[in-house]
């Protein structure tokens, strides 16, 4: 996929989507905002503010209050790719949070989403 296309995608059209896979899991709509504020450092009127501004994923990134200092941490494969080889800043921050997702809807601990 483009690097341009991913960063002019709404945030807001994506996150109905992280939902649906983790309550598909048994998951809950809170566990997923609990990973994207840890990730992002938006609170719950933060979050709920950039999903209500349609933010594209480079604003919504740009505008993160703080990202977490253990995100590098976060390893492993989405799309076949290595998130932590990912040299564009904004993909790599999109696929971070695609992976702790994914480990969300695997039905990992919180504990172990969050490392």
Do not use: H
């Amino acid at each position: 996929m483009n690097n341009e296309r991913v960063y002019r995608m709404k945030f807001s059209s994506v996150y109905p989507m992280y939902i649906q896979k983790a309550e598909r899991k048994g998951r809950t709509k809170e566990e997923v905002d609990t990973v994207i504020q840890w990730l992002t450092g938006y609170d719950e009127q933060g979050l709920q503010s950039q999903i209500n501004g349609e933010a594209d994923f480079e604003t919504f990134f740009i505008q993160a209050p703080q990202i977490n200092p253990n995100a590098s941490k976060i390893t492993g494969v989405i799309c076949g790719v290595r998130v932590e080889e990912i040299e564009d800043p904004v993909i790599q921050k999109v696929r971070w949070l695609d992976k702790l997702v994914d480990e969300l809807a695997k039905g990992k601990p919180m504990e172990k989403v969050l490392k």
